[in-house]
């Protein structure tokens, strides 16, 4: 493979000074004014609406998107892009039924609103589950395939490229949210931008190998081409159906996977949470309508590469211990850019990568300082130590992820289904915990401690009973579908689904038995009112809603 020539070195460190500088101006701009934690952690009243909703994208694209959701494009097709476009109707129900709830209640962090509603018990494990899902799980994942894939195209070694993914997220992190939120929107124009010349580039690249020329084209072919890589609903004779079964992508557990990620995570609400309402919704819906957008930055190259290998090209670059590998599909397309165009595209990785490890690294530090250490450890503790802390938390967390990010075999699972595979063994019961917890006052501690635990208990359950018990009875329900071996297996998308309506129903009789024996629940506030939208937020909802149908209907 080629790497980054000088040119594309000059380009990468104009975009490393940008970032650096602007986020120095930002930090010294608002330091006066920085006098409490909320401001700290959350830019409290800070950030614009466009600020909120670049943070939200650059937070969330990384490199499991760019390297991940491209390599499942070359294996799978458009309809891995059902993980962009569901998100983006998921953030306009965030939008309008979460946002207010948080907002009115003054809800700053997830543990918080669990204490607040429930008690401090459920709120102190869940902060420390998330503190060792966000370490050991999110950080460490984005750091290592970061590094992986700035290896692969740069020749650098890969620690090294740790070390310096980490020290650049820091510099920016220890700034707090204020510098987070504003240098994300510089981060997210490169990302953007770079991604957006990447797939020119690899339309463009197919369209000559076929005698034709220009994106138009290049798209046409690749739709004659590879037909099969261009539906979004897969039937059960497709190959890649366990990983994304048929219907159950619209309406079973992949809208509690989007709905637990974007309404009931620090790391993406903290971005919205200091602002006020109609802020925060207006920073959302741009948040949605990028979302829209990444499927032709981040999976559209993967069908390319795909379209090309087909045709004869990266036979033996898309090899690993010899088999292919989809995740070398994006970074082989880099390798094949223009001197320049390539340190830019490199710079559009690069952002994605250090943006998600700086909002993962402050959430980390928020709720360490605000949930643990002010709650547990120090409660009397200054405005200005609790800032220290959770500088001294950023620093620890990532100096963590460097250490054991090697020792996680994360490169085996492949990045996205790492971390999909993980967070998932929680987020059925932690959603069903949280939405309940929203909309019912009757709700009870310990029904959502059954729906932690129990949820988490359950879904490990139903990952490894096909290997002790035959399933096939469930198949002409539509839960379990032979794998190669004849054993029947339940979808991860099912399971999720089935693990989520189990963990309701438990909550809702444990919560009526609780109810009936006097226990009190700590209700929170919740009208009607809350829920009423501006006639601008609800056009740009109802055309984001009208675009994501008419995707899935073309591409059905």
Same mark, same amino acid.
């Given at each position: 493979?080629?790497?980054?020539?000088?040119?594309?070195?000059?380009?990468?460190?104009?975009?490393?000074?940008?970032?650096?500088?602007?986020?120095?101006?930002?930090?010294?701009?608002?330091?006066? /004014?920085?006098?409490?934690?909320?401001?700290?952690?959350?830019?409290?009243?800070?950030?614009?609406?466009?600020?909120?909703?670049?943070?939200?994208?650059?937070?969330?694209?990384?490199?499991?998107?760019?390297?991940?959701?491209?390599?499942?494009?070359?294996?799978?097709?458009? /309809?891995?892009?059902?993980?962009?476009?569901? %998100?983006?109707?998921?953030?306009?129900?965030?939008?309008?039924? =979460?946002? @207010?709830?948080?907002?009115?209640?003054?809800?700053?962090?997830?543990?918080?609103?669990?204490?607040?509603?429930?008690?401090?018990?459920?709120?102190?494990?869940?902060?420390?589950?998330?503190?060792?899902?966000?370490?050991?799980?999110?950080?460490?994942?984005?750091?290592?395939?970061?590094? *992986?894939?700035?290896?692969?195209?740069?020749? *650098?070694?890969?620690?090294?490229?740790?070390?310096?993914?980490?020290?650049?997220?820091?510099?920016?992190?220890?700034?707090?949210?204020?510098?987070? $939120?504003?240098?994300?929107?510089?981060?997210?124009?490169?990302?953007?931008?770079?991604?957006?010349?990447?797939?020119?580039?690899?339309?463009?690249?197919?369209?000559?190998?076929?005698?034709?020329?220009? !994106?138009?084209?290049?798209?046409?072919?690749?739709?004659?081409?590879?037909?099969?890589?261009?539906?979004?609903?897969?039937?059960?004779?497709? @190959?890649?159906?366990?990983?994304? @079964?048929?219907?159950?992508?619209?309406?079973?557990?992949?809208?509690?996977?989007?709905?637990?990620?974007?309404?009931?995570?620090?790391?993406?609400?903290?971005?919205?949470?200091?602002?006020?309402?109609?802020?925060?919704?207006?920073?959302?819906?741009?948040?949605?309508?990028?979302?829209?957008? &990444?499927?032709?930055?981040? !999976?559209?190259?993967?069908?390319?590469?795909?379209?090309?290998?087909?045709?004869?090209?990266?036979?033996?670059?898309?090899?690993?211990?010899?088999?292919?590998?989809?995740?070398?599909?994006?970074?082989?397309?880099?390798?094949?850019?223009?001197? $320049?165009?390539?340190?830019?595209?490199?710079?559009?990785?690069?952002? %994605?990568?250090?943006?998600?490890?700086?909002?993962?690294?402050?959430?980390?530090?928020?709720?360490?300082?605000?949930?643990?250490? +002010?709650?547990?450890?120090?409660?009397?503790?200054?405005?200005?130590? #609790?800032?220290?802390?959770?500088? #001294?938390?950023?620093?620890?967390?990532?100096?963590?992820? !460097?250490?054991?990010?090697?020792?996680?075999?994360?490169?085996?699972?492949?990045?996205?289904?790492?971390?999909?595979?993980?967070?998932?063994?929680?987020?059925?019961?932690?959603? %069903?915990?949280?939405?309940?917890?929203?909309?019912?006052?009757?709700?009870?501690?310990?029904?959502?401690?059954?729906?932690?635990?129990?949820?988490?208990?359950?879904?490990?359950?139903?990952?490894?009973?096909?290997?002790?018990?035959?399933?096939? =009875?469930?198949?002409?329900?539509?839960?379990?579908?032979?794998?190669?071996?004849?054993?029947?297996?339940?979808?991860?998308?099912?399971?999720?689904?089935?693990?989520?309506?189990?963990?309701?129903?438990? &909550?809702?009789?444990?919560?009526?038995?609780?109810? +009936?024996?006097?226990?009190?629940?700590?209700?929170?506030?919740?009208?009607?009112?809350?829920? +009423?939208?501006?006639?601008?937020?609800?056009?740009? &909802?109802?055309?984001?809603?009208?675009?994501?149908? %008419?995707?899935?209907?073309? =591409?059905?």
């Amino acid at each position: 493979m080629q790497t980054l020539a000088t040119k594309d070195y000059i380009v990468f460190f104009l975009y490393f000074i940008i970032i650096v500088g602007y986020g120095f101006w930002i930090y010294n701009r608002k330091k006066k /004014a920085q006098t409490s934690s909320n401001d700290y952690f959350l830019a409290e009243g800070s950030l614009t609406w466009w600020a909120i909703g670049a943070s939200l994208i650059a937070s969330n694209i990384s490199a499991e998107q760019f390297i991940g959701m491209s390599g499942s494009g070359f294996k799978m097709g458009l /309809a891995i892009a059902t993980y962009e476009w569901m %998100a983006a109707i998921t953030l306009v129900i965030v939008a309008i039924f =979460f946002m @207010p709830v948080y907002l009115k209640n003054k809800i700053f962090t997830m543990p918080q609103y669990l204490k607040k509603r429930y008690n401090g018990n459920v709120a102190m494990i869940m902060a420390v589950f998330w503190l060792l899902l966000y370490v050991l799980v999110n950080l460490t994942s984005i750091l290592y395939l970061g590094a *992986l894939a700035i290896s692969s195209i740069s020749g *650098l070694n890969i620690t090294l490229c740790m070390i310096f993914l980490a020290i650049f997220a820091v510099m920016i992190t220890l700034g707090g949210m204020k510098v987070i $939120g504003y240098t994300d929107v510089i981060q997210v124009f490169f990302l953007i931008l770079g991604g957006l010349i990447t797939t020119y580039l690899a339309l463009n690249l197919v369209a000559t190998e076929f005698g034709s020329d220009g !994106v138009i084209n290049g798209f046409t072919i690749m739709r004659d081409k590879a037909d099969d890589h261009f539906h979004m609903i897969f039937d059960k004779s497709n @190959p890649n159906y366990m990983d994304l @079964p048929g219907l159950s992508v619209l309406i079973g557990g992949m809208l509690i996977i989007n709905l637990n990620y974007w309404g009931c995570n620090q790391y993406i609400t903290q971005r919205a949470l200091g602002a006020d309402l109609k802020t925060a919704r207006g920073g959302i819906l741009f948040a949605a309508f990028l979302k829209l957008l &990444m499927p032709i930055i981040v !999976v559209l190259p993967g069908i390319a590469a795909y379209v090309l290998y087909q045709n004869g090209h990266f036979q033996t670059e898309m090899l690993q211990d010899g088999s292919v590998n989809p995740d070398r599909a994006y970074p082989i397309l880099l390798n094949l850019l223009p001197v $320049g165009l390539k340190g830019l595209s490199f710079a559009a990785l690069t952002a %994605a990568i250090v943006a998600s490890l700086a909002g993962k690294a402050n959430s980390i530090a928020t709720i360490f300082t605000l949930d643990v250490y +002010k709650e547990k450890i120090n409660v009397e503790a200054s405005e200005k130590k #609790l800032v220290n802390i959770g500088k #001294l938390t950023i620093i620890t967390a990532m100096i963590i992820a !460097v250490v054991v990010a090697p020792f996680l075999g994360i490169d085996k699972k492949g990045g996205f289904q790492y971390i999909q595979e993980y967070t998932g063994f929680v987020s059925p019961g932690v959603f %069903a915990m949280f939405i309940l917890g929203f909309f019912w006052k009757k709700t009870t501690s310990n029904a959502a401690l059954f729906a932690t635990i129990g949820g988490f208990i359950l879904s490990i359950i139903f990952k490894f009973m096909p290997a002790f018990v035959d399933l096939s =009875f469930l198949n002409p329900m539509g839960f379990a579908v032979p794998n190669a071996d004849g054993v029947y297996e339940i979808p991860f998308i099912d399971r999720m689904g089935f693990v989520f309506l189990i963990c309701v129903i438990g &909550m809702y009789f444990i919560s009526i038995y609780e109810n +009936k024996k006097g226990v009190q629940t700590n209700g929170l506030e919740v009208d009607k009112t809350m829920f +009423k939208m501006s006639p601008s937020f609800t056009v740009g &909802m109802l055309v984001i809603v009208a675009v994501t149908a %008419a995707l899935y209907t073309v =591409f059905w």
